[in-house]
């Protein structure tokens, strides 16, 4: 898929737009090292600008956090400086803030760029409580290292309303300067389509059917 | 410059039917004082005018309390308790139905933000009256002998901090106990209690058993002095509670006194910091600080006390102050001059007696009362700042190495009405919260407040307390003691 993917973005004119793949057995995350590590490189060698891999929540729920510490540390190295990592932590898995918290210091120390919430495949997902719990551990991260890390809540944010819930809470913790693409995501597809319908209200002043946006 | 401002959000005016003048509510009626004076209310946000009231002296306290007395003695006495109840349960809902006009009403009058009166104070005062509308007929049942009865008629004074909150405070249990109310409510923040005036009346309340008489400080000491009232209930400033204990000395009135504040806000080194940065905001900011159980000595591990700092002040950075009106406000305007005057008086001390004084870049408005969110730093238990009550957005920091240490500084004091903790660690809440010399102990929060859970102090924070059994006890006496 990323081959075809790459393929089609430079046919109609979009070479400079990144490719981002899932990989290291997700959504899961239930597979050897080896496995993750050739699905990564597999990923990259494809053309994948962008790697999300998942943390083996078995393992950090078992208590045996120096193994999801360690596959993270190898997908970095295998990621390099061709591939930029998200590390998906399934907060829908984790369970608990004090959870989500390690485990985002966790993914920050092994060389995560980015901390995503979720899959898109566990209930509950990007919840406003969750993302401040990360948007915490990234400002902190960054008054002790002065290095920023990027944060992508996914999944559950399907309204224009929610996502303007979601920018407040970056610019209140965070701050400012992680308003920006580079530190922070929205990952969503439902919300594309509030989007394009809230701008079609601001321009025809009604709502139309939600028919009249596609739905893929 | 920023990329992401945010927009204003004022609350509309419009819901709020402010009359040009109010009389005095006694019987049933709204009337005019007899000596024919009246004061002005302001906004403390814009200085505007929004309406004169009936100024009430010795003679209208005197007419009040004789209609309470009357009310009390041929109807409210003799009203089968299930009734009482059922007015109770009337009130409460026509005041959730006004809720919106109570809350701009009370933003208007007193400058605290919008957002505190619509999502606190109003629906606060109204689970008050749902709470002990369940009362009124289960009296028998609450732990006070068979057959508690009322103690008559009650003289009731409250604050402006939480207008109408207080007034839920004292008029519910009275009325749900059976006595019948003379209240009078703060100079400066008369408006929701005559608002609560037409809810009575809407309701159909039979006339006298709620009298309200708006005045100053001679109308509520002429209410305190009427030889027909059988208690005093109180809220307000330790000296005036002072006052008002010498002046009943003498006489069978009971009282029940709501004074002043100095809590500790405990920060030990395994708090959550994140967690207990919210809670130290929510303790001596919310209401403009304008909070008996404020916390406003913030007492931190010193291990901790650089993080907990640095992250305080980043989060103080991010509050709104102004327009009370506005949904996005978090702090709002001072109630008056002269509660202006007394939190630069004594915060002026905090400099001079070697405290730093830190607060971040706001922009006040112009017109109005406006003080910035402020904490002082380096504070040792021997300055003023840290003794006495400031009741308004000003925190002193204190720390300390171990827990008795905490504990030691957190006791001393004059007060005792509220404190906080913040661990991780079960047993060390538990074991502070034995140590500690208050009334209400919060764990990991602050400034809760539930109808059911009994609020008061220690030592110069009160007598007696309000809320939940505890407080239905201050309204009803043991057939022995039961007067006339």
């Known amino acids: 898929m990323v081959n075809i993917a790459r393929t089609e973005l430079d046919r109609i004119g979009g070479k400079s737009l990144p490719v981002a793949a899932v990989a290291t057995a997700f959504p899961s995350g239930r597979a050897s090292l080896a496995v993750k590590k050739i699905d990564t490189q597999d990923a990259i060698d494809a053309g994948a600008n962008e790697i999300d891999m998942v943390i083996d929540r078995g393992a950090f729920l078992s208590g045996r956090i120096y193994d999801v510490f360690e596959e993270i540390r190898v997908i970095k190295e295998i990621c390099g400086k061709k591939a930029h990592l998200k590390v998906i932590l399934e907060t829908g898995e984790l369970v608990t803030y004090d959870n989500v918290r390690k485990a985002s210091y966790l993914a920050m120390i092994a060389g995560a760029d980015f901390i995503k919430t979720s899959t898109g495949k566990v209930a509950p997902a990007a919840t406003a409580p969750v993302v401040l719990v990360m948007l915490e551990a990234v400002r902190d991260y960054f008054t002790l290292t002065g290095e920023k890390i990027g944060v992508k809540p996914a ?5 224009t309303k929610d996502a303007i819930k979601q920018l407040v809470l970056v610019k209140e913790t965070a701050g ?3 308003l920006t693409p580079e530190l922070f995501r929205i990952g969503a597809s439902a919300l594309l389509n509030d989007l394009l319908m809230q701008r079609m209200k601001l321009r025809t002043g009604h709502y139309a059917s939600a028919n009249y946006v596609t739905v893929d | 410059m920023s990329d992401f401002e945010y927009a204003n959000a004022p609350e509309s005016k419009a819901i709020a039917n402010i009359a040009p003048n109010y009389g005095l509510f006694i019987g049933g009626k709204f009337v005019d004082p007899k000596k024919g004076k009246s004061f002005s209310t ?7 005018l929004l309406s ?6 010795k003679s209208d306290i005197d007419a009040a309390v004789r209609s309470a007395r009357a009310a009390y003695t041929k109807i409210w006495s003799k009203m089968p308790a299930k009734e009482r109840g059922k007015y109770l349960y009337r009130i409460a809902r026509i005041m959730q139905e ?3 006009e109570f809350a701009v009403v009370e933003t208007l009058d007193n400058g605290k933000p919008i957002r505190e009166s619509r999502d606190t104070d109003i629906p606060l005062a109204a689970a008050h009256f749902f709470y002990h509308a369940g009362w009124a007929d289960k009296l028998e049942y609450a732990g006070f002998g068979s057959k508690p009865k009322p103690l008559g008629v009650v003289g009731q004074i409250i604050p402006w901090n939480f207008p109408l909150l207080m007034l839920a405070w004292k008029i519910a249990p009275a009325l749900a106990a059976g006595n019948t109310v003379v209240l009078k409510p703060a100079e400066t923040t008369p408006l929701t209690a005559l ?11 039979p006339d006298g058993v709620v009298n309200i008489v708006t005045g100053d400080g001679i109308t509520g000491a002429a209410l305190v002095n009427h030889p027909d009232i059988n208690k005093v209930a109180f809220t307000g400033s330790t000296e005036v509670g002072k006052a008002i204990a010498r002046s009943i000395s003498a006489t069978k009135k009971s009282a029940t006194l709501e004074l002043g504040g100095k809590a500790a806000n405990l920060v030990f080194e395994d708090a959550a910091i994140d967690e207990a940065v919210e809670g130290i905001i929510n303790g001596i900011f919310f209401n403009q600080g304008h909070v008996c159980c404020a916390g406003s000595r913030l007492i931190i591990q010193e291990n901790v006390a650089d993080e907990v700092l640095e992250k305080l002040k980043k989060r103080m950075s991010l509050i709104r102050v102004g327009d009370p009106m506005d949904k996005n406000t978090d702090l709002g305007a001072i109630n008056s001059k002269e509660q202006l005057n007394k939190i630069e008086e004594i915060s002026k001390t905090g400099d001079a007696e070697g405290a730093n004084r830190w607060s971040p870049d706001v922009k006040l408005p112009t017109k109005g009362f406006w003080y910035p969110p402020t904490i002082f730093t380096g504070v040792t238990q021997s300055h003023r700042i840290a003794r006495e009550e400031i009741f308004g957005p000003v925190l002193s920091v204190l720390t300390f190495r171990t827990p ?6 957190a006791n001393n004091t004059m007060y005792g009405l509220s404190a906080g903790i913040w661990s991780d660690k079960g047993a060390k809440v538990l074991w502070a919260a034995k140590q500690l010399k208050a009334g209400v102990i919060w764990s990991n929060t602050f400034n809760k407040f ?3 859970s009994p609020f008061g102090g220690y030592k110069e924070s009160g007598w007696g307390r309000e809320g939940g059994r505890h407080g239905l006890a201050g309204y009803l006496a043991s057939e022995a003691k039961v007067n006339k």
């Open chain 1, 155 to 159: 999944g559950g944010i399907r309204t």
């Open chain 1, 176 to 178: 400012e300067q992680w």
């Open chain 2, 42 to 48: 302001i906004n403390p946000a814009t200085e505007e």
């Open chain 2, 52 to 57: 004169k009231v009936g100024y009430g002296d």
């Open chain 2, 98 to 100: 006004r809720a919106r």
């Open chain 2, 195 to 205: 608002l609560f005036a037409e809810v009575c009346q809407q309701a159909g309340l």
């Open chain 2, 404 to 409: 008795s240490e905490a504990i030691e500084k």
């Open chain 2, 450 to 452: 539930d109808p059911a």
